[in-house]
């Protein structure tokens, strides 16, 4: 993750602006593999993403691997 001129940050060529539910275009209009994440909206369109999204994705990354859970039996 780093820092963009025009939005507010990258991953790799990817670039990334968030706002609220009525944050529009106009600020990533110009640039390619740009989208909004947007707060307030339960479904993606085009290149627009719920901000909802980006934390099922990090929940997802912390997830132990199968044999890591530990049975307790009582």
């Known amino acids: 993750v ?3 001129a025009v939005a507010d940050f990258k991953i790799d060529q990817y670039t990334f ?3 609220g539910k009525s944050k529009s ?3 990533i209009k110009n640039t390619r593999d740009a989208f909004i ?3 307030d909206i339960e479904y993606g ?3 627009v993403i719920p901000l909802w999204a980006f934390g099922l ?3 997802n990354l912390k ?3 199968k044999n890591q859970y530990k049975v307790i039996k009582c």
């Open 37 to 39: 994440a947007k707060d």
């Open 45 to 47: 369109y085009k290149n």
């Open 57 to 59: 994705t990090y929940w």
């Open 25 to 27: 275009q106009d600020q």
């Open 2 to 4: 780093i820092s963009s």
């Open 63 to 65: 997830l132990p691997a």
């Open 17 to 19: 602006e968030v706002g």
